[in-house]
């Protein structure tokens, strides 16, 4: 995952524009807020990145904390957020210092695909510690083995077509195939998963699973997962 954190701590160019920018964080925190089910919650975003749109998270919930590893996106995120208590921004390494079953909603979005599968176990371990009984794992953005990145494409332009910034996707596409992105993309790889295999991953790591019926965000053909301890129903 190091060298993934590099890149998005870096200047990137992943985002087509701006509106392309602020709409994608728009519509995680929306998908985000659907999954809160009291005002009393306490909410953890593992990994956020930018977390542009947080503060409507935030007014959802008692609490929202933003675990991030790269330390420019955290240090912008404390800079951005300093004057909402709702949030707090933590490292990763922090998240080993929270109290036992502090959290209701853990939120990992886009994620996944840049661990290795040890990676993601330790973290599925982390957040299992921070759950309370009743707390949820939300697990969006999987990618799926048969689904390749022709179909991201598509997404992608069928996203910019709805919201007015089809011309700066088909600008954004022919940088980024020649961009630092595509060619770690290439060297790295981006971990991908069949259903099956992660609701068996999440057993292993003691949640019952069940496959959402949508996932989080503008692709309709990634996956997103709703966690609970094993002793709970999903």
Known sequence: MDEWI???DSTHTIYASKLHRDLHFQIIARDIIGYISSPDSVVLDYACGEALSAAKVADACAQLYLAEPAPGVRGRLIARFAPNTRIRVRSLEDLSRMAENSVDLAVMNSVAQYMTPDELDAAFAVIRRLLK?????VLGDILRPEV???RDVLALLKFASAHGFLKDALYGL???ALSD???LRTRVGLQ???????IDKLAA???TASRAPFNIGHNPWRMTFVARHAFQRS
């Open 148 to 150: 390749g990145m022709a």
């Open 205 to 207: 790591a003691g949640f």
């Open 133 to 137: 009984p009743n707390g949820r794992l």
């Open 192 to 198: 991908r998963y069949r259903e099956d295999e992660m």
């Open 174 to 176: 022919a940088s980024t």
């Open 6 to 8: 590099d890149y998005y």
């Open 181 to 183: 992105y595509r060619q």
